[in-house]
């Protein structure tokens, strides 16, 4: 998807081994459709050459020896102006802890910060990707820079934990470039659900028979997995209940894995007092054994299959939406409809059998698993179609969408 389709950003690099890492962002930001103009700092340059990054963002790298800001390829001589006139956003990564030092206090004696400095405060945003040693990440002088980088109107974007090229563990790497475009692309979406707070169920259930085996089914979670990541976006804040998928979790989500129907029912219950929208995707199983057995289930030699009888899991949707808190307004309920066939009349039909204001109907085995889907929003006026898209792009369509409905309630 072109999430970046038309963003022009500034990438700035620091000194730090983390810029082998840059060399993909700066592809990532291109393929997502921004255009890319790389700035590198000299210390940036004993890490990777500009010929690297020039061919990745097909431009011209600046930032050079000639540390006075006056470059002779501008017309007016000033880079520092121009390239940040021209940025969607400025996107420090690596940013190293001496470069915090030069932001937080306004120098400006290399193409790099000077930028950073001159660039408009207000239209402008600056990013930065830290990156450093452990030590240096948790020691009081870098965490005092980032407090006054942030005052300042900087954006951090956060480390990531784990081995480091110095051979230590723990927090201080640089994250990675899917972590940091999804977090630039995040950047960009309209606020529209900030200050609420948004669960979310994914994926399918998985009902033991036995300790080996069970009952579940195709669904991937993409499409839950999808809105987590666009609510966030949206600035809400988002608790993901996932069945067992393997998907990795959304940035800045907060993932509950669970197994079971009633898992799935207890992980909801303990979030859903203090959300205010609740959207279930789930592929629920409606049955499950009625007494798994705690044994692997032999064959007997006779030939007949086991007979296994059923009981009805909880409705976990009905359950939530008949709560007081949905009932009285607080909590907007979204349910989904998984039909193979006649999905207006279903899709209605279930929308007040559940008793939500909006429900997304789709086709089960056109949108189980695939990368994109269609669907159809039911509400009590009727019904709206979303054509074919991409799961990310409808998502983010159905978050405006309940975006509009809880503004218009609140
Ligand atoms: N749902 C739920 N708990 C269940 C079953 C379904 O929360 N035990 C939710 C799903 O997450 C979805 C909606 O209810 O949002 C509809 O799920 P679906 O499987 O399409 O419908 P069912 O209620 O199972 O009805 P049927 O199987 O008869 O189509």
């Not at 007997?300 to 949905?326: C, K, M, W, Y």
């Not at 085995?365 to 979303?386: K, R, Y």
């Amino acid at each position: 998807m072109n999430d970046l389709a038309g963003k022009h950003i500034v990438l700035g690099l620091s000194g730090g081994i983390a810029c082998y890492k840059s060399a993909e962002l700066c592809r990532g930001l291109s393929k997502a459709g921004a255009t890319v103009q790389v700035v590198m700092t000299e210390a940036a340059r004993q890490f990777i050459t500009p010929v690297t990054l020039q061919a990745l963002s097909n431009r011209p790298v600046y930032g050079s020896r000639d540390v006075s800001g006056f470059d002779a390829r501008e017309p007016n001589g000033m880079p520092h102006i121009n390239l940040s006139r021209e940025a969607d956003a400025i996107l420090i990564a690596p940013c190293s802890a001496d470069f915090m030092v030069k932001l937080a206090q306004g120098a400006a004696d290399d193409l790099l910060s000077l930028m950073c400095l001159a660039r408009p405060i207000q239209s402008v945003p600056l990013l930065l990707a830290p990156a450093m040693n452990r030590e240096m990440w948790a020691h009081p002088a870098t965490q005092r820079n980032m407090a006054q980088l942030a005052a300042d109107g900087a954006i951090l974007l956060g480390v990531g934990n784990g081995f480091q090229a110095c051979g230590e563990t723990g927090d201080g790497r640089m994250l990675e470039p899917a972590e940091l475009l999804e977090d630039l692309i995040a950047f960009f979406q309209p606020k529209s659900l900030a200050g609420q707070r948004v669960l979310v169920t994914a994926g399918p259930t998985f009902e033991a028979m036995d300790p080996i085996r069970g009952i579940t089914n195709h669904s991937s979670g993409k499409m839950g997995f999808a809105i987590a990541r666009a609510a966030r976006e949206a600035g809400a804040e988002v608790t993901l209940v996932a069945g067992p998928v393997s998907l990795p979790t959304p940035r800045g989500v907060c993932r509950v894995d669970v197994r079971s129907a009633r898992d799935m029912l207890e992980a909801v219950v303990a979030s859903a007092d203090s959300a205010t929208v609740f959207v279930a995707t789930a592929a629920v199983a409606d049955w499950r054994p009625a007494t798994p057995s705690d044994q692997k289930i032999k064959k007997d030699g006779s030939g007949q299959p086991p007979v296994l009888h059923f009981t009805e899991n909880p409705d976990i949707l009905h359950t939530v939406a008949q709560g007081e808190r949905a009932r009285s307004g607080r909590l907007f309920c979204v349910g989904f409809a998984a039909e193979s066939h006649d999905l207006v009349n279903h899709a209605q039909a279930k929308r007040e059998r559940k008793g939500v204001p909006l429900l997304v109907g789709n086709i089960g085995p056109l949108a189980f698993g695939q990368d994109d889907n269609e669907m159809l929003l039911v509400d009590a006026q009727g019904v709206h179609p979303l054509p074919r898209a991409p799961k990310l792009q409808l998502a983010r369509q159905l978050i405006a969408e309940i975006a509009r409905r809880t503004r218009a309630t609140a």
